[in-house]
């Protein structure tokens, strides 16, 4: 035990000590985006700072990118290969860090709540701002528009975010209760709990799916028909796909263009360009969800794979009010 180091800590106050510990990852594994920014700490304790504004990031969180890969890939026609191995494909070292693994659409009045596969909670707001809540749940981020990060604990916050922060609550305790997780029998990697948590940047609706992109420049689309999922990042070069049966399977874009893909996932690689091509015509501006052809509905739309059975009302989510 550090002596030295757990009394410095004693003396920190609490959003110190939030701000050291969503910071605290100094090492980070090869399959994440590298994020860091500058930080200050203000008068009185109160931590804020800059978020993801930095050279390693591009602006359009490697949009372009994952636009290039895909048009590539696609245009090789991967399933049109005489004889498909897929086994010689995947490359499970590529598997994302996060993932969205549950997500309810209140954003006829609030925004979009999610949970990553790590346990943490977010909520973008329809007003752009988001909010993050750690895996433990103890320390919480709140991400105003213009990107400054500010840091609080889940117990002590301003008055002015209190109102977003219930709503947070209200969001984590109905996923916790109603939800099942998607990719839960997927083992987390060795190394995986130092990436800097990411947050959920845009999304929006079609008929057919849910598209979310998140600011690690993971990409993630929920299929409604069928309930499968597929899950592409750019900086991997890979994308996972979840089959009907919660089965995970990672492939390389060069390993399917090399040996072959099937017809399912192809399928889902033609409709992630698609959606890739639009989230690249939407505004820095435009109000999250704005890119939709689906309108939700005036009660809470939840992650329908992943439903327990709960009572006849849980698919209304019910938060206080914002006045």
């Known amino acids: 035990m550090n002596t030295v180091t757990d009394l410095a800590d004693l003396v920190l106050s609490p959003k110190e000590k939030a701000r050291k510990d969503m910071l605290a990852a100094p090492v980070r594994p090869l399959n994440t985006v590298p994020e860091s920014g500058q930080f200050n700490v203000m008068n009185g304790g109160s931590t804020e700072g800059k978020f993801s504004e930095i050279s390693e990031t591009p602006n359009d969180f490697y949009l372009n990118d994952l636009y290039r890969q895909l048009t590539q890939l696609v245009n090789s026609r991967p399933c049109d290969r005489p004889n498909v191995q897929e086994d010689e494909a995947e490359e499970p070292a590529a598997t994302p860090v996060f993932w969205v693994s549950k997500w309810v659409d209140y954003s006829d009045k609030y925004g979009l709540g999610y949970q990553l596969c790590d346990n943490s909670v977010g909520v973008l707001f329809n007003d752009s701002t988001k909010l993050v809540l750690d895996a433990p749940g103890e320390q919480v981020a709140y991400i105003e528009r213009d990107n400054h990060e500010h840091y609080y604990t889940l117990n002590e916050y301003p008055e002015e975010v209190s109102k977003k922060m219930t709503l947070l609550k209200y969001f984590r305790n109905y996923m916790n209760e109603h939800l099942l997780k998607a990719g839960a029998n997927m083992a987390r990697q060795e190394g995986d709990e130092l990436a800097r948590l990411p947050c959920l940047r845009t999304w929006f609706r079609t008929r057919s799916a849910i598209v979310l992109h998140m600011t690690n420049g993971t990409l993630q689309i929920n299929f409604f028909n069928d309930h499968t999922k597929l899950i592409v990042c750019p900086l991997m070069s890979a994308a996972t796909y979840i089959d ?3 089965q995970f399977r990672t492939f390389k874009f060069s390993g399917m263009e ?3 893909c099937s017809k399912d996932v192809y399928t889902r690689l033609r409709y992630a360009r698609t959606m890739v091509e639009r989230l690249l015509t939407q505004s820095s501006s435009s109000k999250p969800g704005a890119l939709s ?5 005036s009660s809470a739309s939840v992650s329908t794979s992943n439903v327990l059975q709960p ?13």
């Open 244 to 246: 009907q049966s919660r």
């Open 293 to 297: 052809t689906v309108v939700a509905r």
């Open 258 to 260: 090399k040996y072959g």
């Open 311 to 323: 009572p006849a009302s849980a698919h209304r989510l019910q938060p206080a009010p914002l006045q």
